[in-house]
């Protein structure tokens, strides 16, 4: 009997960098479009079959080979969220609801959420046979690539290295050296993973810690998603880019309640809001700009029965800020207080980062000069 291992290339890497990026979870959809923090399978796998020139209807023809893959992500660079406003069909003969069993005509309207300068490694296994078209196809596509939606192309070849050899999906997220986006940035301490958990004779059930992620794409034409297991872990960076083992565990966030809807067209909402600016004199409590509008540190009573001290005053950079960290950290119910003196820091720097991604001047800048014309 044969007991010698196959060797051959088993792993392909890809570097997935650009101004933009957005990987739909399957909550994602009508008005609102979220994005997840990382490159979903689904997103994945609709990105290698754009290379292929596989169209949706022909999906099903490929799926088994596709969900066979085992996929890894490191994340270098997690990026910034970042809302957009869109509209769809302006100037078309569009019929929208108005409330129900009414209509009208108008564009569509929807709130769409971007990972501004992300970069990710994302790592797949599989045969040696299917590792090597799909290298194959990553280099010379035969369709355009992008990065979750259409309005988001690479900034980067997708393909990094040359297909190798790997034990596991951990030895694959260590094989390739974490490079910095630009010179003058610091090298994290500590760079987060998410990888597809795969039973063993050691391990047949998946751990407690171990999140359910719905992106396994059964069809594309209409969309269809079954879950799979997701593991965090994190690795270290060495000096010179190197990647080790991390001294300590990965601590996954404790989930909060989900934060429900409230309606803030009410007048009991309107009177606190406005009663809280005058509290605040209209100045924003962490800037002392002119305040704008106001922020919850509590969603347990949004709606009309928020208390005054359920409410800040805020100018909209400070509240964007806010909000942008909360959203970064999987906040539920209970929400940031912009007075938390804990809270400072992390504000100060997010405020500075919307501005410099404001600032059309300071991305020029921050281009490479080949880039520039």
Same mark, same amino acid.
């Given at each position: ?9 088993? &792993?392909?890497?890809?570097? /997935? ?17 979220? &994005? ?31 969900? =066979? /893959? ?36 108008? !564009? ?5 959420? #971007? ?55 951990? =030895? ?7 490079? %910095?986006? #630009?010179? %003058? ?25 171990? $999140? ?31 990647? %080790?083992?991390?001294? %300590?565990?990965? /601590?996954? !966030?404790?989930? =909060?309640?989900?934060? &429900? ?36 540190? &509590? ?27 909360? #959203? ?26 919307? /501005?410099?991604?404001?600032?059309? $001047? ?12």
């Amino acid at each position: 009997m044969d007991n010698t291992i196959d060797s051959r290339p088993n &792993t392909l890497f890809l570097r /997935l960098e650009g101004p933009l990026q957005a990987w739909g979870q399957h909550e994602s959809k009508f008005a609102i479009r979220r &994005t997840a923090e990382a490159p979903t399978k689904s997103g994945i796998v609709g990105l290698l079959c754009a290379a292929m020139g596989i169209r949706r209807n022909d999906f099903p023809n490929h799926q088994q080979k596709f969900n =066979s /893959l085992a996929m890894a992500v490191r994340m270098d660079s997690p990026g910034i969220r970042w809302w957009d406003y869109h509209t769809v069909g302006a100037g078309m003969q569009m019929q929208i609801a108005e409330r129900i069993g009414k209509t009208k005509d108008g !564009p569509l309207l929807s709130r769409r959420e #971007y990972l501004c300068d992300a970069q990710f490694l994302v790592v797949l296994q599989g045969t040696f046979d299917f590792i090597a078209e799909l290298a194959a196809a990553i280099r010379k596509p035969q369709w355009s690539l992008y990065l979750g939606r259409k309005c988001c192309p690479p900034s980067l070849p997708i393909w990094i290295a040359e297909s190798n050899y790997c034990s596991d999906l951990l =030895s694959a997220l260590k094989a390739i050296p974490y490079q %910095k986006r #630009y010179a %003058k940035d610091d090298s994290p301490e500590f760079l987060d993973c998410l990888l597809d958990w795969q039973p063993t004779a050691d391990q047949p059930e998946a751990p407690e810690d171990a $999140e359910v992620w719905y992106d396994v794409p059964v069809s594309f034409d209409p969309p269809g998603y079954e879950p799979r297991f997701v593991i965090r872990k994190n690795l270290s960076v060495g000096k010179d880019g190197d990647i %080790k083992p991390a001294d %300590k565990p990965f /601590l996954v !966030p404790m989930p =909060s309640p989900l934060r &429900t809807r409230a309606n803030y067209q009410n007048t009991e909402f309107r009177k606190a809001r406005q009663k809280r600016l005058d509290h605040d004199q209209h100045l924003c409590v962490f800037c002392k700009s002119p305040a704008t509008t106001v922020q919850h540190i &509590t969603y347990q009573r949004a709606g009309g029965n928020e208390t005054q001290e359920d409410l800040r005053s805020m100018c909209r950079l400070c509240h964007d800020a806010v909000t942008m960290i909360e #959203y970064g950290v999987g906040m539920g119910m209970d929400r940031i207080n912009p007075e938390d003196p804990q809270w400072r820091e992390k504000i100060l720097q997010k405020r500075q980062e919307i /501005l410099a991604f404001r600032s059309l $001047e300071t991305r020029r800048r921050r281009l490479q000069s080949e880039e520039v014309e």
